[in-house]
C-alpha cells in the first residue's frame, strides 16, 4: 500500500524530505556565516521556502489540507517579515552607510 501511494504521487516523500533539508541547512548557514544584513533575511527566507515545501509534501502524502493552510499563513507571516525587515535595514543603512551587521555597535547610545 505504502508503494502504490509513492508510485500515484509521482516524487517519494524521501525526496522532499532530504530537499527541504539541504534547502533549510543553505539556509542557517547563511544566517550563521554571513554579515550582510540583506543575506542574512534571504537565509531566513530560504529557511521558510524549505518548511513550506516539507509541509505541502507531508499534507499531499497524508491526503490532508492542513498543511497547505498552514503554508498560506507562513506565507503571509513571511510578507509581513519581508516588509518590516527591509525597511530597517533601509534605516540602518540611512544611519550607517552599509548593511553590514557588525557595524551595528555604532548605534548603541
Do not use: C
Not at 45 to 50: C, I, V, Y
Not at 74 to 86: F, P, Q, S, T
Amino acid at each position: 500500500m505504502d508503494n502504490i501511494s509513492q508510485v500515484i504521487q509521482g516524487v517519494p516523500l524521501n525526496h522532499y524530505i532530504l530537499f527541504s533539508t539541504i534547502i533549510f541547512a543553505i539556509g542557517v548557514t547563511g544566517v550563521l556565516i554571513r554579515r550582510n544584513a540583506i543575506v542574512i533575511f534571504m537565509s531566513v527566507e530560504l529557511m521558510l521556502n524549505a518548511v513550506n515545501l516539507l509541509l505541502t509534501a507531508f499534507s499531499v502524502y497524508h491526503n490532508d489540507a492542513a498543511g497547505q493552510v498552514f503554508v498560506f499563513f507562513i506565507m503571509a507571516l513571511a510578507a509581513a517579515e519581508v516588509a518590516v525587515g527591509l525597511a530597517i535595514i533601509v534605516m540602518i543603512y540611512r544611519n550607517t552607510h552599509s548593511t553590514d551587521i557588525n557595524t551595528l555597535s555604532k548605534l548603541k547610545w
